[in-house]
């Protein structure tokens, strides 16, 4: 299984972007896709899941009703739509592959995602 995550960029407070997970390989909708991101001198954090199966999603407290989380079937894509980015929300974003049979709550813990993409950088300026 591969992933590739693409989508960041430069943004002002404020704006908008919409990250792109693509997977290839296994059977998509067996699989939970995670986002995770990570900034400098700090731990990888939980960011949003959406388990392919049933379409279920959770998001972290920080960013509930500023991002979405979304797929494509068609196109084996998952998407985290982000609006109102804060400078806080800089960091490297991850979107990572687990077995779709975690619960959500256990979705949140990045120990249990299996394959990881390269990340792609978000930077939001004040």
């Known amino acids: 299984v591969q992933l590739q995550a693409s989508g960041g960029g430069l943004v002002q407070a404020g704006g908008s972007l919409r990250l792109s997970c693509k997977v290839s390989g296994g059977t998509f909708s067996a699989y939970a896709i995670g986002w995770f991101r990570q900034a400098p001198g700090k731990e990888r954090e939980f960011v949003s899941v959406?388990?392919?199966?049933?379409?279920?999603?959770s998001y972290a407290d920080s960013v509930k009703g500023r991002f979405t989380i979304s797929r494509d079937n068609a196109r084996n894509t998952v998407y985290l739509q982000m609006n109102f980015l804060q400078p806080e929300d800089t960091a490297v974003y991850y979107c990572?592959?687990?077995?779709?049979?975690?619960?959500?709550?256990?979705?949140?813990?990045?120990?249990?995602?299996?394959?990881w993409g390269q990340g792609t950088q978000v930077t939001v300026s004040s």
């Open positions: 959406i388990r392919l199966n049933v379409g279920s999603t």
């Open positions: 990572a592959v687990a077995p779709g049979s975690y619960t959500l709550l256990g979705l949140t813990t990045a120990g249990v995602y299996v394959y």
